[in-house]
């Protein structure tokens, strides 16, 4: 057989194998954060009704084609996710069959599916579960153990050895970013040595939080839905509900008070005399933390930071264009995952050729 046929029935095979993988990765996505085994049961089913779905209407990316991304039993709607993770599996499989020699390109192929199965979950539901960033971390070790080539070694010591310093950098890096960003606003407790007026004042679709004369934007505060506010106040105002001695309780959509709790979507103003300000400390999402480890793990060190630069500039890109077409409904913040994993992703590719064009640069 000629060379070309033989590339060809290899790339072919990449996408295939990309495009079953993917399905696999569809039943991950949707099991692990609702902790359902992702065993049992072995074949998949409906979410809607509950059917098992039989393997000739299980076909990766032709079934829902067929189906027209509906279920064949009830008819109800199947979400196009299931084909994009099908399909954008399939082309990163064959991508990286094409571009890197096979052990590498196998690697790699372990990496994007962890990539992907943390990036989805953590569109939908702002974590990314420890199986995905711890299980990507000790996967990545392990691969640079296995191909040193991973690590630009030809140690297999030297290749583990880099791999979990890496990790560790990725994530020693975002926590001091994230604690900066707290920094900038306050610790996370802050006892006021004189009572302290405060303003929350809605503005469009965000809020202006002064407190004494430190003023901020009400979204920097909230990045999870999970993430609280606590304001210990000798009087407070909630439009015209006025309370003595009370603690706010925020959330990122409402704030909660003696029992009560109001939407801040129709909230206009809320004011008082602050003695306490608490930003509890679990609200911080640690998912992001090990996932930029489980990065490190399998690219290296570079591609920390360069994941971690490249995702906060088209996070910030990305932040901006719906800030401007008005598109942000209250403090929807975007994940941080996905950032990340578009980082990693765009240096297993251009990696090398940012680097040259950065050397170029300095010896301009
Ligand atoms: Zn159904």
């Known amino acids: 057989m000629d060379r070309t046929a033989y590339d060809f029935i290899f790339c072919v095979f990449a996408f295939v194998l990309g495009a079953a993988v993917g ?30 779905i039989p393997w000739h209407q299980n076909l990766p990316l032709a079934s829902w084609l067929v189906l027209r991304g509906r279920c064949a039993n009830c008819g109800s709607r199947i979400s196009f996710r299931y084909f994009a993770v099908e399909l954008l599996t399939a082309l990163l499989f064959l991508a990286v069959w094409q571009r890197f020699p096979w052990p590498v390109a196998i690697a790699y192929w372990v990496f994007v599916s962890f990539l992907i199965v943390g990036t989805f979950i953590d569109f939908e539901h702002f974590i990314i579960p420890d199986q995905v960033t711890i299980g990507g971390m000790i996967a990545g070790i392990a691969a640079s153990v296995s191909v040193p080539a991973l690590m630009e070694t030809d140690s297999r010591f030297a290749a583990g050895v880099r791999s979990l310093l890496a990790a560790a950098l990725g994530y020693v890096i975002l926590l001091l970013v994230l604690e900066a960003g ?3 606003f306050g610790r996370k407790r802050i006892r006021f040595d004189t009572p302290t007026p405060f303003t929350w004042t809605k503005r469009e679709d965000d809020a202006d939080f002064i407190v004494g004369n430190e003023k ?38 409402r704030i909660a008070v003696e029992g009560e709790e109001f939407l801040l979507d129709h909230v206009n103003e809320i004011s008082g005399v602050a003695c ?30 360069f994941s971690l630069f490249a995702g906060s500039l088209l996070g910030s890109i990305i932040g901006l264009i719906t800030l401007i077409v008005g598109k942000r409904v209250w403090s929807a913040k975007l994940p941080f995952g996905p950032y990340l994993g578009f980082g990693a992703v765009s240096w297993m590719f251009f990696g090398d050729t940012f680097l040259r064009w950065y050397a170029g640069l300095l010896n301009l």
């Open 23 to 52: 399905s696999f990765l569809n039943v991950c996505i949707y099991r692990l954060p609702v902790d359902l085994s992702i065993n049992r049961p072995r074949r998949s089913f409906c979410p809607a009704c509950n059917k098992p």
């Open 182 to 184: 707290k920094i900038a």
């Open 216 to 253: 901020s934007l009400w979204s920097d505060h909230f990045a999870r839905e999970k993430d609280r506010l606590l304001l210990q106040c000798d009087a407070a105002k909630i439009d015209n509900h006025s309370y003595g001695n009370v603690t706010l309780d925020f959330h990122y959509d």
């Open 276 to 305: 306490e300000l608490l930003i509890p400390r679990e609200a911080m999402g640690r998912g992001d933390l090990k996932f930029l480890a489980a990065i490190g793990a399998f690219l290296g060190w570079r591609a920390v930071l």
